[in-house]
């Protein structure tokens, strides 16, 4: 059906494109984040990283949110009014200010929020994103419909020994 040679050819295509959407992420602690190149509001964010394997973010301590700002800092997103980023919360269909993750489902129990959020300002602020403030990001609820870009989490874990899907946090793949 395929000479020796279209094989090769085919098989080299296919190494360099996955070579080309794994240089999209960058690791942070056990996680492989993604930064969607493209502002979108919330609900399109989501439907970008599941394009590209990922979901929006998921911060399962204070460290995790920490290990991410210093990352963005020091790779040059520090501007407060443009680096602006959708992570996976929202409280639509909650009670108000009960945040969960879009992509886990899961209640947020991790402080991390910026200065007087959330606030709910104008009453339609159901969505999270993570902006910098007083040196480093921290979360702030927002309206969904602004476009922003997606922080996106790869949705495989990476242990040193073991490869965890969501709601296996702890490394036990069982
Ligand atoms: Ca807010």
New binding site residues.
């Given amino acids: 059906m395929y000479n020796r040679a279209t094989v090769y050819i085919l098989i080299s295509i296919l190494i360099v494109s996955v070579r080309a959407v794994r240089n999209d992420f960058f690791r942070s602690g056990p996680k492989n984040y993604y930064i969607s190149p493209i502002k979108t509001n919330f609900f399109a964010a989501r439907d970008h990283c599941i394009a590209h394997g990922a979901d929006l973010a998921t911060f399962d301590s204070i460290a995790d949110l920490e290990a991410v700002s210093n990352f963005l800092i020091q790779h040059g997103y520090n501007s407060e009014s443009n680096d602006l980023f959708w992570v996976s919360y929202w409280d639509l269909g909650r009670a108000q200010g009960l945040f969960h993750s879009i992509a886990t489902g899961q209640l947020l129990t991790t402080s991390g929020w910026t200065h007087g959020?959330?606030?709910?300002?104008g009453g339609v602020?159901h969505c999270v994103q993570i902006w910098k403030r007083n040196g480093q990001y921290g979360m702030?609820?927002?309206n969904c419909n602004v476009n922003l870009r997606a922080l996106c989490q790869q949705r495989t874990y990476f242990f040193p020994q073991k490869c965890c899907q969501y709601g296996h946090q702890n490394g036990n793949c069982n």
Avoid at 117 to 121: H, K, R
């Fill in positions: 959020q959330p606030d709910n300002a602020e702030n609820d927002n």
